[in-house]
């Protein structure tokens, strides 16, 4: 008897653990690489970076999850390079994985178009460690205000930016809005934490983009409520230790801002692009690696792309978007069409999406949710958005922990999670002003 056939995916996200376990009855040999040791559920990200939840809650080990699946080993590792003609994947520690089918589901990264050293000021929201960043700059900022000497040094850390009004930037203003205006009202004796701006930039003409523009304006009028301050068809030009330039038409405005936020695009990663390279595909813009219609590379039937890294057209003729449902489907088509071919069906029907629809919450009670052409907007887009994510959470235990965490932060505004880790480029930007005595006790 034969070698099983070998199935070697790379990715542990939503595309990559799916086609895992879709493939755990099939007659094949399942190999899932990833350079972290666990799944993470990116939606819930901003609840990590704004002090909701801790990063095990939305973390699940890759391992512990498909510990019972017998025809499928998890291995540590990042992949580097590709021969797709002698169908073998290098990792970036030189071992060489050959397989029969490859699926890569190994997502995107944040792009800052092309203006990388505006990183190190402006973290993105793609890992655990840029979301606990995240979370140290904003109670920093707190903690840096209280401290200040004068009104309007305390102005600059209380001043928060975030740019990019997608689902992600709308999220953290929400969260961020509560944050100072219910979870910390009580916390300081200097400063008031309501008194912080919030400024919410989009380079384009509306928020939430690629919601219904009905939808769009509710989100833009519930997030408005919080206090967040928005301003739409501005272009960034500039963020440093001091703050942000920005043109809004031909005008061009600097902010001082201790605090910004990047909820921009994304572009590929150094894999996807040596893939597109090696395998001479093409690719669009921000690097997605055209696929046919039944998600393979052109020219390496062998070779799914699901996620991120996909560009791969709806029914619409449009582009599907990077969300992740399109992951969890392309994942899951992937896996049936290896197992079909093993039961030597060539031809299968092409990929197709299943719209369920979008949502972003914007805070307490209020989210706005595009399902099946209804548009909901507050309490039970809300509410609506809850259950789904609870659902989706992979392990049962993390799904109770978050839902008691979330109980527990709706009855009370607190958040369990404010701690400050790590280093952020303006800890020791400057030494805060000395206490004044003012005679009171302050």
Not at 284 to 311: C, E, H, M, N
Request: charged residues 25%; aromatic residues 8%.
């Amino acid at each position: 008897m034969g070698e099983k056939h070998r199935v070697v995916i790379l990715g542990g996200g939503f595309g990559g653990l799916n086609a895992a376990q879709k493939l755990k009855r099939a007659p094949v040999d399942v190999t899932l690489i990833d350079r972290r040791n666990f799944h993470l559920f990116q939606p819930l990200m901003y609840q990590v970076a704004t002090g909701s939840l801790s990063p095990g809650e939305i973390a699940a080990p890759l391992r512990g999850v498909l510990s019972r699946q017998k025809n499928t080993q998890v291995l540590l590792g990042e992949a580097a390079d590709i021969d797709p003609d002698a169908k073998r994947v290098i990792l970036r520690d030189g071992a060489v994985f050959p397989y029969d089918s490859l699926i890569v589901a190994t997502g995107s990264q944040t792009s800052y178009y092309g203006k990388e050293e505006w990183r190190e000021w402006a973290p993105s929201l793609k890992s655990i460690e840029e979301a606990t960043a995240i979370r140290h700059k904003i109670l920093y900022a707190f903690e840096c205000a209280e401290r200040s000497a004068t009104e309007q040094e305390a102005r600059a850390w209380l001043t928060f930016v975030i740019v990019g009004a997608g689902a992600t930037g709308m999220e953290l203003a929400g969260a961020l809005a509560e944050i100072a205006n219910e979870t910390l009202k009580n916390d300081f004796r200097r400063i008031n934490p309501r008194e912080a701006r919030i400024i919410l930039m989009e380079g384009g003409e509306r928020v939430l983009n690629n919601f219904p523009e009905d939808l769009s304006s509710k989100a833009e009028m519930l997030v408005s409520r919080l206090g967040v301050d928005v301003k739409k068809g501005v272009m960034v030009t500039c963020i440093d230790a001091d703050g942000v330039t920005y043109k809004s038409g031909q005008e061009s405005k600097s902010l001082i801002a201790k605090t910004v936020l990047w909820a921009g695009g994304v572009t590929t990663n150094l894999f996807g692009r040596k893939l597109a390279e090696r395998t001479k595909s093409e690719t669009d813009r921000s690097g997605r690696i055209k696929v046919s219609p039944d998600l393979t590379v052109s020219g390496y039937p062998d070779i799914f792309i699901v996620g991120d890294l996909a560009l791969s057209l709806g029914e619409d003729g449009k582009p599907l978007p990077g969300v992740a449902q399109v992951a969890i489907q392309g994942g899951a088509y992937a896996a049936k069409t290896i197992r079909a071919r093993q039961k030597g069906k060539k031809d299968t029907k092409p990929f197709h999406y299943f719209n369920k629809g979008d949502m972003a919450v914007i805070g307490r009670a209020a989210a706005v949710a595009n399902i099946f052409g209804f548009h909901l907007a507050g309490l039970f887009a809300w509410l609506t958005w809850l259950f789904v994510h609870l659902i989706y959470i992979v392990e049962f235990q993390s799904r109770v922990l978050v839902f008691v965490q979330w109980g527990f932060e709706y009855l009370t505004f607190s958040r369990g999670a404010r701690l400050i880790t790590g280093v952020a480029a303006t800890d020791s930007l400057e030494k805060p002003g000395a206490f004044r005595d003012t005679g009171d006790g302050r």
